[in-house]
């Protein structure tokens, strides 16, 4: 077993791994999206500081600079005003 935690007792570790492997891949997946989200809050709290002023419809265009990349972003939603 790969240890992911160093920091982490390895009979923790192990329980973690052994709950992981019995979660359904619905749950799994439900992890995921939970996981994703949490990512996609923190962006935005990043972006707010950096960004105090912007109103929350240019804050979500340039979370879609970080998510999509410039070009894209540019492609779907237009440019960054």
Request: aromatic fraction near 4%; charged fraction near 30%.
């Amino acid at each position: 077993m790969t240890r992911l935690f160093p920091d982490t007792d390895p009979r923790a570790e192990k329980v973690l791994h052994d709950l992981l492997r019995q979660a359904s891949p619905a749950r799994k997946l439900e992890m995921v999206a939970q996981g994703n989200a949490m990512v996609r809050q923190l962006m935005m709290v990043g972006l707010r500081e950096r960004y105090p002023i912007d109103p929350p419809e240019k804050l979500k265009r340039r979370l879609a600079d970080l998510l999509l990349g410039p070009e894209l972003a540019l492609k779907v939603y237009g440019p960054l005003e």
